[in-house]
């Protein structure tokens, strides 16, 4: 069975420019995670979904930052514009329902740099 | 509100030592507990959780990990570390909202 699927796996941009991530979860999985790792720190949750639905997008700044999974399936992040700040890396994760005994299985991530 | 504090940013041990990792919790609802691995450039792979059935939980790799809820404690351990071992570990709670809040991570370093 394929695992949660990301790309690009890195990417280096100048600051105020856009950026997107694309994830492919697992299978079946109706719910999706987008995660924030900075350097040293765990993951922290941006948005989940519960199929097409955004149920809880508190921590997403939503002033530059965007997401969106058109048909419950794949999802996109995206960064408009990005600052220096945002150097990090994007974290997609899937479970197969929201449940809090569910595991959250997580892909590679994206290593974006803002220069 | 829940939290996880991990002590130790960084454990070394050598290859046969035992492993032991901190994971200390606050929740104000029965917590549900898991313990991640992260090696260098891939995403997290779930080592084992605490779901409230058995307090001793048996994970991959040989990994183990006690609740202790007098404690509020979730340690992790392993007898005897393997150089495949070297990794970084996060811990997480879930609680009453349902996403994954994580620890500041443990980079265990294993030398020969």
């Known amino acids: 069975e394929a695992g949660v699927v990301q790309s690009p796996r890195y990417k280096i941009i100048e600051k105020k420019q856009p950026v997107a991530f694309w994830c492919n979860p697992i299978?079946?999985?109706?719910?999706l995670y987008w995660y924030l790792q900075n350097l040293g720190q765990g993951p922290e949750l941006l948005i989940r979904?519960?199929?097409?639905?955004?149920?809880?997008d508190s921590q997403l700044p939503k002033d530059r930052f965007s997401a969106e999974r058109l048909k419950g399936v794949d999802s996109t992040l995206k960064i408009q514009p990005a600052e220096l700040g945002d150097s990090a890396v994007y974290l997609c994760?899937?479970?197969?329902?929201?449940?809090?005994?569910?595991?959250?299985?997580f892909g590679p991530g994206t290593r974006l740099l803002v220069l | 509100a829940q939290s996880v504090t991990q002590l130790g940013s960084h454990v070394s041990v050598s290859e046969g030592a035992l492993v032991l990792l901190r994971c200390n919790y606050s929740?104000?609802?029965?917590?549900?507990l898991f313990w991640y691995v992260q090696y260098p450039n891939q995403g997290l792979q779930l080592l084992l959780k605490?779901?409230?059935?058995?307090?001793l939980v048996k994970g991959i790799n040989g990994f183990e990990a006690e609740f202790k809820k007098s404690e509020t404690s979730f340690h992790l351990t392993k007898p005897s570390a393997h150089m495949s071992d070297a990794a970084e570990y996060f811990c997480?709670?879930?609680?009453?909202?349902?996403?994954?809040?994580f620890g500041a991570g443990t980079r265990l370093a294993v030398h020969p």
């Open positions: 979904y519960e199929n097409e639905e955004a149920v809880d």
């Open positions: 994760a899937s479970s197969s329902t929201g449940g809090i005994r569910e595991t959250q299985y």
């Open positions: 605490y779901t409230s059935a058995a307090t």
């Open positions: 997480a709670v879930t609680g009453g909202y349902n996403k994954l809040i």
């Open positions: 929740s104000s609802v029965p917590p549900y």
């Open positions: 299978s079946g999985h109706n719910t």
